[in-house]
């Protein structure tokens, strides 16, 4: 890990003097704690928001760690580390509060770091590392205040646009606001607390399976609830039992070794960008379906109990395309609902030659595609690149993962350089499992509008590896708004979301039937 400041590996001694009885799941005292507390609750989300979160930056993740652990003991939560196996990658920040008596364990996930940000892409004036305050969102007519302003005159629709308030600082700082507002009520949970707070989720969490494996025990536990993404369009509550899997890779088609002026050599020297068009053109046909071979053809199928679940969801897809400017479906005929239960192969973005003024009259020396594959419970990523490889190969490619020599150059007439990422599988939590059950029923109680159980989101979290190395189940718990622009220009949080987001956390820790 950089240099970051001194490691806080502090065990707290104090048994929480102030907590004096169990809590019933029945909050009605929530609303009333809010308008009491809530200027210092969102003064301490605006100062960790404050922090930049882009682990690329030097010591961000330093000051986010170091911020959370001190926050964390200020609170009161004991045993607060960080956990690490690589002192140069970013740590985890836990902490836990062991309940007498209590037979079940959850830990709450949230991440600390964040997506990078390019300015110029954001509204006019706003700084991504500087919260803004606004009235609403900037697309609805939402005019900025001042922070003091702001608190002030706070209404639920108003929002914070800055990088990371919503993915996933919300979420980090919405568990840790349900354990103090449990604290200053003076009531328990009713289930042993542990608060894990990732710093690499944004790069792919490509440490956490070590981290777990060398803090097995410590992370003993029985489900894990990870709060992270946006809530449905429809602003009903929603838990995923579910999450798809990802892995990516990256092809490259050549032709000559530079530029050819194309009135001397086109139709004649091979062109890589018209290439890759028929050969992408190769893996779907014009109703979005896959065509590589055995592509779907070892996804499981669902259970009666999720067929269920699936029939009596209603999604709003107008409603959507609306919102995000389009008319027509990639897979004919097919609902977002049905889209997300199948694997994907989608094209994140293709290169080759220039473009605009840019543009010149020659033939492109190589052609590139980056592909991401979403995986579905069945598919197992590094078979699901294989199958795409096999395609490219089937199409008269020699498939390389480096640069080409003259001597394949000379021997190959279509070459194809294919590079690999890493990934992980999909991961299904039964939605008949009596702590799933158990789970439902403590929401459902906190969703006056409603409660969506969805088997499978079309995101992507690397839940499974939870379930290999510690034999935990997973349930996503989203609370952003679902216009909160995510890894997008203008990330922002809907205050609503963030205090509902606290009262469903409170719900769970205080669930009954825990002891």
């Not at 702001?150 to 990088?163: G, S």
Request: include cysteine; glycine fraction near 8%.
């Amino acid at each position: 890990m950089r240099q970051y400041l001194k490691y806080l590996f502090a065990l707290l001694s104090a048994c929480f003097v102030g907590f004096a009885s169990n809590a019933q799941n029945d909050l009605q005292w929530f609303q009333k704690y809010v308008q009491q507390n809530k200027e210092t609750i969102l003064q301490q989300y605006i100062d960790f928001v404050n922090i930049p979160n882009v682990v690329s930056q030097k010591n961000a993740f330093a000051y986010n760690a170091d911020y959370l652990v001190q926050f964390m003991q200020r609170a009161g939560i004991q045993n607060t580390l960080l956990l690490f196996t690589d002192n140069t990658k970013p740590p985890v920040v836990y902490g836990e509060l062991m309940v007498p008596n209590a037979t079940q364990t959850i830990v709450f996930y949230a991440h600390y770091d964040g997506q990078p940000a390019d300015s110029s892409g954001w509204y006019k004036g706003l700084n991504p590392f500087k919260p803004s305050f606004f009235t609403n969102a900037i697309h609805n007519g939402g005019k900025e205040l001042t922070k003091e302003e702001w608190l002030k005159q706070l209404n639920d629709n108003f929002r914070i646009y800055a990088r990371g308030a919503a993915d996933d600082k919300a979420g980090v700082m919405a568990i840790l606001q349900a354990f103090i507002a449990l604290k200053k009520q003076n009531l328990l949970p009713t289930v042993n607390v542990k608060f894990f707070f990732e710093g690499e989720e944004e790069a792919g969490s490509p440490n956490l399976a070590k981290i777990l494996a060398h803090y097995k025990s410590l992370l003993q536990s029985d489900v894990w609830i990870i709060c992270d993404g946006p809530q449905p369009a429809n602003g009903k509550n929603l838990l995923s039992f579910g999450v798809r899997g990802d892995t990516h890779m990256d092809i490259t088609l050549y032709g000559s070794k530079t530029p050819l002026h194309s009135g001397h050599y086109g139709n004649w020297a091979p062109n890589p960008a018209w290439n890759m068009v028929h050969l992408l053109a190769s893996m779907k046909n014009d109703s979005g379906i896959v065509t590589i071979p055995n592509f779907y053809s070892d996804v499981q199928p669902i259970s009666n109990a999720e067929k269920k679940v699936w029939n009596q969801i209603q999604q709003n897809d107008a409603l959507l395309k609306e919102q995000f400017g389009f008319s027509g479906n990639e897979m004919n005929g097919i609902s977002l609902i049905n889209a997300i239960q199948l694997p994907t192969l989608n094209i994140n973005g293709i290169a080759s030659g220039h473009v605009g003024n840019l543009s010149t009259n020659s033939i492109p020396a190589t052609a590139s595609v980056s592909i991401d594959l979403r995986l579905v419970p069945g598919n197992d990523y590094l078979k699901q690149q294989q199958k795409v490889i096999q395609h490219i190969t089937s199409k008269g490619y020699y498939v390389i993962s480096h640069e080409p020599t003259d001597e394949e150059r000379m021997k190959y007439p279509l070459i194809a350089k294919v590079e690999t990422g890493s990934g992980y599988n999909a991961q299904k939590t039964p939605i008949d499992w009596p702590m799933s059950q158990q789970i439902i029923k403590a929401v459902n109680e906190v969703s006056p509008n409603g409660l969506i159980i969805m088997p499978l989101t079309g995101g992507s979290l690397p839940l499974i590896i939870i379930e290999q190395q510690l034999g935990a189940k997973a349930i996503s718990l989203p609370i952003a708004n679902y216009d909160d622009n995510q890894h997008a220009a203008n990330e922002n949080i809907r205050i609503g979301n963030f205090w509902n987001g606290i009262k469903e956390i409170l719900s769970i820790m205080t669930m009954k039937n825990g002891q």
